[in-house]
């Protein structure tokens, strides 16, 4: 196992596109997490799954965006009408509670550019 | 309101001296923090949780709930420890996971 994986990892768009991304946890992993990276800032949550169900969704997470986890597999967060301030680094990580401790295991992001 | 600060956006050392990189918090109850590392080019990873109080790359850092802090040290810097650091506290209620992560402290060991 590679560890989390994240497709694609640069993507460029203009303002007003649609945009999917993809993360596949690590296998076994039931915990899926994705973040949101700006310029000099730590990551910050953005929405969180176990299995195929959305359990918390921060407020930072507007209606243009949707994230799915149909299979309780792979994910998708998908953005909707982009904007300028939506480019950000989009990290994905997963984990696979037990024994009292959790490791969030991250993938290396997808950085998006909306221009 | 959970937080994480980390006041020190560069910190900047010689090899072979020590480091502190600080991080306090914010959170009402027992929390659970941690430090991640990010080495140029790579994937954010975790370097140690205070549950295991172990020294990982020589690394220690010690949950100080009268300060709220948890600052990471290590007695001598090494020029492979220079990378961008992130202190992360595990908050949310119910059984969520979700991290909450400070600015970060880039940390960068001179030869």
């Known amino acids: 196992d590679t560890g989390v994986s994240q497709d694609p990892r640069h993507k460029i768009t203009k303002r007003g596109q649609n945009v999917t991304f993809r993360c596949d946890p690590i296998s076994e992993h039931n915990r899926l997490y994705w973040y949101r990276q700006t310029l000099g800032q730590g990551p910050e949550f953005l929405t969180y799954f176990q299995n195929e169900a959305q359990l918390e969704k921060s407020r930072l997470l507007s209606d243009r965006f949707s994230a799915e986890r149909p299979k309780g597999s792979f994910s998708t967060l998908e953005i909707q009408r982009t904007e300028q301030g939506d480019s950000a680094m989009y990290l994905c990580?997963?984990?696979?509670?037990?024994?009292?401790?959790?490791?969030?295991?991250f993938g290396p992001g997808t950085r998006l550019l909306v221009l | 309101a959970q937080r994480v600060t980390q006041p020190e956006k560069l910190l900047s050392v010689f090899k072979g001296a020590p480091v502190e990189l600080k991080c306090n918090y914010s959170?009402?109850?027992?929390?659970?923090l941690f430090w991640y590392v990010q080495y140029s080019r790579q994937r954010l990873q975790l370097l140690l949780r205070?549950?295991s109080r172990e020294s990982i790359k020589g690394f220690t850092a010690d949950l100080n709930k009268g300060e709220t802090s948890f600052h990471l040290k290590k007695p001598f810097a090494q020029e492979e420890d220079s990378a961008m650091y992130y202190c992360?506290?595990?908050?949310?209620?119910?059984?969520?996971?979700?991290?909450?992560f400070g600015q970060g402290t880039t940390l960068q060991v001179k030869p």
């Open positions: 990580a997963s984990s696979k509670p037990g024994q009292g401790q959790e490791t969030q295991y």
């Open positions: 959170y009402s109850g027992s929390p659970e």
């Open positions: 205070h549950i």
């Open positions: 992360a506290l595990r908050g949310g209620s119910g059984n969520t996971g979700k991290l909450i």
